[in-house]
């Protein structure tokens, strides 16, 4: 199976998206996290970052999508 051109750049951009994610959430336990736990602010920057990441991965299928379309 050869992979075309359209499909490495879904692949790469995609793969951006998620290490920004996980970028996000190391930063996140290593500003909130603690001995004890995550503190409830800590949580509401995951939920944040969650949020964020969907919003990101549906602009992102948008926008390769009118890509295409060119």
């Given at each position: 199976?050869?992979?075309?051109?359209?499909?490495?750049?879904?692949t790469v951009?995609?793969?951006?998206?998620v290490g920004l994610f996980l970028?996000?959430?190391i930063g996140i336990g290593v500003v909130f996290?603690?001995?004890?736990?995550?503190s409830s602010s800590g949580a509401l920057a995951l939920v944040g970052?969650?949020?964020?990441?969907?919003l990101l991965m549906a602009v992102i299928g948008i926008?390769?999508?009118?890509?295409?379309d060119d």
């Open positions: 199976m050869e992979i075309d051109e359209e499909m490495r750049r879904q951009v995609s793969l951006i998206a970028a996000a959430l996290g603690s001995a004890g736990g995550l970052a969650l949020a964020g990441f969907v926008v390769l999508i009118r890509l295409k």
